[in-house]
Antibody
Framework: QVQLQESGPGLVKPSETLSLTCSVS????????WSWIRQPAGKGLEWIGR???????NYNPSLKSRVTMSVDTSKSQFSLKLSSVTAADTAVYYC????????????WGHGTIVTVSS | QSVLTQSPSVSGAPGQRVTISCTGS?????????VHWYQQLPGTAPKLLIY???DRPSGVPDRFSGSKFGTSASLAITGLQAEDEADYYC???????????FGGGTKLTVL
């Protein structure tokens, strides 16, 4: 069973860069897309972007200028960087597997809460 | 404002049938992109419920079913149970945005 685990600071100061890592276990990171999705408290889901195991990326146009994703297949990890954060970026951040064959997010991490505050 | 539109809430008594709708446009559902559905229990990550418009992952009861027509999709839940009380989200691909989009979510209350 594939398992994903997000990790990173729970508190980020405004204007700084949010950095999260997702560790994949129980399955290969290769030959899949891996996405980041976030959810502000009490609100809906927002897709941030995705990265293929080869390193190619697709980002949400609304966040594209601030998002960078990377992958380290040797460590079975992929990462998210979101720059110039504001309070509006406060949310639970999820990582999820994104099989190209279906386009549905079939495995999710438990999520990590990131608060943007000084 | 979400690209895919869902009613904020729906309710039903145990044993009843409820449907949750998801309305899109010609750049997503209407462009024949698949619709997927997720169930999010309070305090937990979303769980894939329906993929490819109508298919259920292993382990999802057949009380849950999906359909799609035109620019809309629906999730039906029959034999409603207390444990079905959750938020439900639809998801599809949008060609104008070149990315995945979600509905705003529907909160199901079991009376």
């Amino acid at each position: 069973q594939v398992q994903l685990q997000e990790s990173g600071p729970g508190l980020v100061k405004p204007s700084e860069t949010l950095s999260l890592t997702c560790s994949v276990s129980g399955g290969s990171i290769r030959n899949y897309f891996w996405s980041w999705i976030r959810q502000p408290a009490g609100k809906g889901l927002e897709w941030i972007g995705r990265i293929y195991s080869s390193g190619s990326t697709n980002y949400n146009p609304s966040l594209k200028s601030r998002v960078t994703m990377s992958v380290d297949t040797s460590k079975s990890q992929f990462s998210l960087k979101l720059s110039s954060v504001t309070a509006a970026d406060t949310a639970v951040y999820y990582c999820a597997r994104d099989p190209e064959a279906t386009g549905a997010f079939d495995f999710w991490g438990h999520g990590t809460i990131v608060t943007v505050s000084s | 404002q979400s690209v895919l539109t869902q009613s904020p809430s729906v309710s039903g008594a145990p044993g009843q049938r409820v449907t949750i709708s998801c309305t899109g446009s010609s750049s997503n559902i209407g462009a024949d992109f698949d619709v997927h559905w997720y169930q999010q229990l309070p305090g937990t990550a979303p769980k894939l419920l329906i993929y490819g418009n109508t298919d259920r992952p292993s382990g999802v009861p057949d009380r849950f079913s999906g359909s799609k027509f035109g620019t809309s999709a629906s999730l039906a839940i029959t034999g409603l149970q207390a444990e079905d009380e959750a938020d439900y989200y639809c998801q599809s691909y949008d060609s104008s945005l070149s990315g995945w989009v979600f509905g705003g979510g529907t909160k199901l209350t079991v009376l």
